[in-house]
């Protein structure tokens, strides 16, 4: 028998560019969908 462990998980973030001239340089942030699954014999 195995077992089977799965996470779904939404993450934001936020960052900025240093150095960088444009839209990005000022903090701004991203949405990420995170899935993982982890399969195994034993706990």
Same mark, same amino acid.
């Given at each position: 028998?195995?077992? %089977? %462990?799965?996470?779904? *998980?939404? %993450? *934001? *973030?936020?960052?900025?560019?240093?150095?960088? *001239?444009?839209?990005?340089?000022?903090?701004?942030?991203?949405?990420?969908?995170? @899935?993982? @699954? %982890? @399969?195994?014999? @034993?706990?």
């Amino acid at each position: 028998m195995g077992y %089977i %462990i799965r996470v779904n *998980s939404k %993450i *934001s *973030s936020s960052h900025y560019l240093r150095g960088y *001239s444009g839209k990005c340089d000022r903090a701004h942030g991203h949405n990420f969908f995170v @899935e993982m @699954e %982890i @399969e195994g014999g @034993e706990l």
